[in-house]
């Protein structure tokens, strides 16, 4: 299965897009992302050891967008999802709680204190003796160090919240470890990936594995990988949050789907972000 | 009066008719290679009306996987499963019967959803609401929509 556009329709679709210059949902495939004229993304890599049987290389969701949906992304005055970084840099700074802390107390600036984070959710920890997506990282600090309530998993708070932290680890790879402790989840979440839900009987694979690259309707077929994640949406004018993503394409299988911040989500969560191991982190990205 | 009630009798007797004669899902007879012999209604079904099942987002929309030069004036076609130009040469009524209420019988592990089957699944949901399955779970598509459709594909013959 290639990402090259097969077919006569493909074709006559590329074609008109080309002629017409609707750049619809057709993608230069071939694009480079460098960001700000500075971050240079990996938007193409080889494929980590544990996909080596399956695909030979994995790509950014980035690729399979229109020419103007890419260039939103090129700069951070165009990309919309900066409007609510900049409102979860408010956050950051505001005391919230009992401890009367801010995020910026102990951790500073985040631009700092925060590179490197992002690349490396979900991630085992050990003192708690539980797997970690970047927003249960957030919540035990505000219960723990803040003694402020905790944000509702997939809330624009949060959802901003973790675009900021994202940031600062733009254009550093994915590296999402899956052994030890993690190993348990990460065989969850794979199994969840090829699991065929819903009435229409549709697995994560199905779609993003055998199909990436093939037109779904109006849809250009991504890998699904979150490395962008979370992603301003032009669907929805807001930041997604991987679980929201997740929650939707289940759902999407006529199924009955499961929660945002579920141990389910948490197990794929870690699993599909292995599957990206090697692309650049991009959020906050923006996608259709 | 008198009329209003021959009536009702009458559309009473017309629906029984009609149950009589539909298979429901669980009940469809499936042959050695995935056909269906029987219409599921017991009758032909309507090309016409099969034409706007395959065609529309919110009934069949076959098109989401199928291309088909027959349907230009639809956009967007997928790129996902066969062309359906040419399926009712390639294939009989029974086994386009057959592919549509379960693809899977004929094809193991095809992506091709099932479109009249309301059981074995995993976290079934209510349509595209994302909650759980009524008890009473309906198949994608009834059976005069399913017969339409095959009697669409029919229809799309090689020259």
Known sequence: MGISLRGTLGLASAVAALTLGTGTAIA??????????????VVRAEAPDHLADTLDTIYSGWVFRSDETQALQ???FDNPGFVFVDVAMDAWNAADGAAGKSCADCHNDPMDSMVGVRAVYPKWNDEAGELRTLEMQINACRTGQMEAEEWKYDGSDMVNMTALISVPSRGLP?????DGPAQEYWEMGKELYYT???QLELACANC?????????????????QINGFPVYRLKNAKLNSAHARFKGCIRDTRAHTYKPGSAEFVALELYVATRGNGLSVEAPSVRN | M???VVGAIALMASTVTVQAA?????????????EVQQSLTGAPGDSEAGREVVSNRALGNCVACHAAEALVDVPWHGEIGPVLDGAGSRWSEAELRGIVANAKMMFEGTMMPAFYKTEGFTRAGDAYTGDPAPEDLPPILTA???EDVVAYLMTLTDE
């Open chain 1, 208 to 224: 993003h594995e055998d199909h990436y690259g093939d037109m779904i309707r109006a849809d250009h077929l991504s890998q699904g």
């Open chain 1, 196 to 198: 065929r839900t819903g």
């Open chain 1, 174 to 178: 994915v590296n999402v470890a899956y």
């Open chain 1, 28 to 41: 230069d495939e071939e694009a480079e992302l460098v960001v700000n004229e500075e971050i240079e993304m």
């Open chain 2, 22 to 34: 539909e298979t429901v899902p669980g009940d469809v007879d499936y042959g050695e290679y995935g």
């Open chain 2, 144 to 146: 005069q929509q399913v």
């Open chain 2, 2 to 4: 008198k009329q209003a």
């Open chain 1, 74 to 76: 090129a700069d951070d």
